[in-house]
Nanobody
Framework: QVQLVESGGGSVQAGGSLRLSCAASGRTFSSHVMGWFRQAPGKERELKEREFVAAISWSGGSTYYADSVKGRFTISKDNAKNTQYLQMNSLKPEDTAVYYC?????????????????WGQGTQVTVSS
């Protein structure tokens, strides 16, 4: 059974940092693009309401970021551990959300949540001003 488990969320003040992890089990995703999405407070708990944050190619050689996090967040992965990471620096209150990791399973865009599957349960990130 495929399972993704996010961890590393928490509460920090603006300007702080957090490192999220997403560990996969059940199968290896070393040949897939992996991504991070987030769902802000007040958004309906629907897949389509998840906002793209970042994605990384299977080799780690290509990365993609939302404009809102570019320069502050860094996505990485360790295929040997079947784990991807999201280093978040210079956090802002508007980064407050539940963060989810997923596996890109289609030939479509990396920026839409509908192109991903095997979502984890999410990890809460709260940034206070």
């Amino acid at each position: 059974q495929v399972q993704l488990v996010e961890s590393g969320g928490g509460s920090v003040q603006a300007g702080g940092s957090l490192r999220l992890s997403c560990a996969a089990s059940g199968r290896t995703f070393s040949s897939h693009v992996m991504g991070w999405f987030r769902q802000a407070p007040g958004k309906e708990r629907e897949l389509k309401e998840r906002e793209f944050v970042a994605a990384i190619s299977w080799s780690g050689g290509s990365t993609y970021y939302a404009d809102s996090v570019k320069g502050r967040f860094t996505i990485s992965k360790d295929n040997a551990k079947n784990t991807q990471y999201l280093q978040m620096n210079s956090l802002k209150p508007e980064d407050t959300a539940v963060y989810y990791c997923g596996v890109h399973v289609s030939s479509g865009t990396y920026y839409q949540s509908s192109e991903y599957a095997y979502w984890g349960q999410g990890t809460q990130v709260t940034v206070s001003s």
